[in-house]
């Protein structure tokens, strides 16, 4: 089981940038897709961003298309998810989250171990 802790969330104003990261420890993190999923008061957790476990394949939400990046330094065992032009509606806790020997998933449930969050808020 991958053990995960988000970083890098703070207080920002729209446009501004923001790269958030997720540390990892266990040796299976080389061998798990990796995701990055936000949750917003009151409201449903949604997927943001997923990346293989290489980092060759990406996919995202089409709320965050051109605007996020996700990528991977696995000699690290860090996950990063680069966010620019960023909205008020950006505003969530963006949790990290692992699928063991997996591929990359847009559905929360396909992942069996989550960070415990950072908070990202967007001003106007």
């Known amino acids: 089981q991958v053990q995960l802790v988000e970083s890098g969330g703070g207080l920002v104003q729209a446009g501004d940038s923001l790269r958030l990261s997720c540390a990892a420890s266990g040796r299976t993190f080389t061998g798990s897709a990796m995701g990055w999923f936000r949750q917003a008061p009151g409201k449903e957790r949604e997927f943001v961003a997923t990346?293989?476990?290489?980092?060759?394949?990406?996919d995202y939400a089409d709320y965050v298309k051109g605007r996020f990046a996700i990528s991977r330094d696995n000699a690290k065992n860090t996950v990063y998810l680069q966010m620019n032009s960023l909205k008020p509606d950006d505003t969530a806790v963006y949790y990290c989250a692992a699928r063991t020997y997996g591929t990359i998933s847009i559905v929360k449930g396909a992942y069996d171990s989550w960070g415990q969050g950072t908070q990202v808020t967007v001003s106007s």
């Open positions: 990346i293989s476990r290489s980092g060759s394949v990406s």
